[in-house]
């Protein structure tokens, strides 16, 4: 079946410049966390969605990083004013968004979006 | 959220068994133990995930002491394909965010 999809696959942009990130996830799937991983580092959380509200968002760096899941299924993030330092991969995930206890639930990426501010 | 470390970086020859342990000193009773794979270029995937003693799946084997202190990641008989990052995680259930380190990168040689 279709995985996490993200749109664009690679964008370049110029400082200061406002930018749009998708995230098309798993059908059915009502979780879904966005991840920044800069070079050779591990994903670093950002937030992360139950359904349309935005159930943790303390990895969002500042306030020029928002994101939206209007309907419950494709995810948007916003980033306003690019710095240099956004220079990074934007990972999205989904999980089916059922299990509110232990174990944790399995997390399926997409391949990212790999963001250049120049 | 407990902190987890593991090494750096691991070699290994094709065909030999590869063991990448993990410590979580601080883990908690509710939290279960997860690794994550990483190819170049592409998301982390899910390996396997335990809360105690040994599991087994078709792609590796996770051992977890009654402790629960650590655990250890076995890739048996690795090829070339298995060259990657390995994350180690303790999560602590449900669909909550998780915390990546920095993983082990996995370097199988011919």
């Known amino acids: 079946g279709a995985g996490v999809s993200q749109t664009p696959s690679n964008k370049v942009t110029e400082k200061g410049k406002y930018v749009e990130l998708r995230c098309d996830p798993i059908?059915?799937?009502?979780?879904l966390y966005w991840y920044r991983q800069s070079l050779g580092q591990g994903p670093e959380f950002l937030i992360y969605?139950?359904?349309?509200?935005?159930?943790?968002d303390s990895g969002l760096p500042n306030d020029r990083f928002f994101a939206v899941r209007p309907e419950g299924s494709v995810s948007t993030l916003k980033i306003q004013r690019t710095e240099r330092g956004d220079s990074a991969v934007y990972l999205c995930?989904?999980?089916?968004?059922?299990?509110?206890?232990?174990?944790?639930?399995?997390?399926?990426f997409g391949p990212g979006t790999r963001l250049l501010v120049l | 959220l407990a902190k987890t470390t593991q090494p750096i970086s691991m070699d290994s020859y094709e065909g030999q068994e590869v063991n990448i342990t993990c410590s979580h000193n601080?883990?908690?009773?509710?939290?279960?133990i997860t690794w994550y794979q990483q190819f170049p270029s592409q998301g982390p995937r899910f390996i396997i995930q335990?809360?105690?003693t040994k599991v087994t799946n078709e792609v590796a084997s996770l051992f977890i002491p009654a402790d629960r202190k650590s655990s250890t990641l076995s890739l048996p008989r690795v090829s070339l394909s298995d060259t990657a990052v390995y994350y180690c995680?303790?999560?602590?259930?449900?669909?909550?965010?998780?915390?990546f380190g920095t993983g082990t990168k996995l370097q199988v040689i011919p």
């Open positions: 995930a989904s999980s089916l968004g059922t299990s509110g206890g232990t174990p944790q639930e399995t997390q399926y």
């Open positions: 059908s059915g799937h009502t979780a």
């Open positions: 969605f139950q359904g349309t509200g935005a159930a943790d």
């Open positions: 601080n883990i908690a009773t509710n939290d279960y």
């Open positions: 335990g809360y105690k």
């Open positions: 995680l303790v999560t602590s259930g449900g669909y909550q965010k998780v915390t």
